[in-house]
């Protein structure tokens, strides 16, 4: 399948599915959200197919509550609220899903920056 149409199955996903952080789609279009089941699914297929696959990523979870009690859903780009909400460690391993290298990146703030510029380029 082509990518726009694997990038079509994430995001109907992900608005069906609005808990949900991450998606692996493989290139027949089989969505997983557990990567070792997609990687098995890439490994084993029956037509033995020569299978890839793609992460996809969206929203975060906050750890604040709204007036309602319940908790918010952040969309990207990560807005300040979200960077303050979350902790250095979080962050970089959001980054690292997203095969950003954190090796320099010191700071929240430039941890965010690097997952915006990223988005916003997907």
Do not use: R, W
């Not at 699914?41 to 906050?62: C, M, P, Q």
Request: without cysteine; glycine residues 4%.
């Amino acid at each position: 399948m082509k990518k726009t149409e694997l990038d079509k199955i994430a995001k109907d996903y992900f608005k069906a599915n609005k808990g949900e952080k991450s998606l692996i789609v493989t290139s027949d279009g089989q969505a997983f959200v557990n990567e070792n089941a997609a990687k098995l699914h890439v490994n084993t297929n029956k037509a033995k197919k020569k299978l890839t696959f793609e992460t996809y990523t969206t929203g975060v979870v906050d750890t604040s509550k709204n007036d309602e009690g319940k908790v918010d859903v952040v969309e990207f780009p990560l807005n300040e609220k979200a960077i303050k909400a979350f902790k250095l460690g979080d962050l970089q391993k959001m980054a690292e899903d997203l095969k950003i290298d954190v090796a320099e990146l010191d700071t929240k703030q430039k941890i965010a920056d690097a997952i915006n510029t990223l988005k916003a380029e997907a």
